[in-house]
């Protein structure tokens, strides 16, 4: 089975859909904390950065094994 653009555009919507779900209640925390902890802006943005990396590549790792699965168990029943 080929992996075709109308499977890799769902996959890309629903990264994306999942990080928008899961970066806005983060973004609002961290600058809370940032606010309340007196970072400078440059101290904010690296934080904010490099959570927002680790967490990125967290979650493109587990929806690409999720869309894998998926279309490895769709391969088997045709």
């Known amino acids: 089975m080929a992996y075709t653009k109308l499977m890799a555009f769902k996959e890309a919507l629903s990264d994306t859909g ?6 806005v209640p983060l973004n ?21 950065t490099t959570i927002f990396t680790v ?9 690409r094994l999720y869309f894998n699965h998926r279309n490895i168990r769709k391969a088997k029943t045709t």
Not at 18 to 23: D, E, G, T
């Open 18 to 23: 999942l990080a928008f779900l899961v970066n």
């Open 28 to 48: 609002f925390l961290l600058v809370a904390l940032a606010f309340r902890w007196e970072f400078t802006a440059f101290q904010t943005s690296v934080m904010l």
């Open 55 to 63: 967490f990125a590549i967290v979650r493109k790792t587990y929806v």
